[in-house]
């Protein structure tokens, strides 16, 4: 797939299935997984993103860039996003079990 900007990351969505990926020109692209057709452009204002996590529920999606992490929640077929400002976040990884979000920085997150 090509898009503007260097890749960032990327997570599959089961449900439904999407692929998503973050990139160095601070936003979160959705296609879907087998054509690659552009469905949503999510924009994360937290300057180049380096890493992208999904929860496994699906309802959360998280981008970690330059400027801290941008944390949109699934609210039927919109993306509400939040932003939190951190030192630059290079690697995302939320807990199997729950909602408990970990960065690069060693942060913890739960959202609420």
């Known amino acids: 797939m090509r898009g503007p900007g260097r890749p960032g990351g990327a997570v599959f969505f089961l449900d439904p299935p999407f692929l998503a990926s973050a990139s160095w020109d601070g936003t979160v692209r959705l296609r879907t997984w087998r054509t690659g057709k552009l469905v949503r452009t999510l924009e994360g204002r937290i300057g180049r993103l380096h890493a992208l996590a999904v929860s496994g529920d699906a309802q959360w999606l998280v981008a970690g860039g330059e400027k801290g992490i941008c944390v949109w929640r699934k609210e039927g077929t919109w993306w509400r996003p939040r932003r939190f400002v951190l030192p630059p976040v290079t690697a995302l990884a ?9 960065t690069g920085a060693a942060h913890r997150w739960l959202p609420d």
Do not use: E, K
């Open 94 to 102: 939320f807990h199997p079990a729950d909602t408990r979000l970990f």
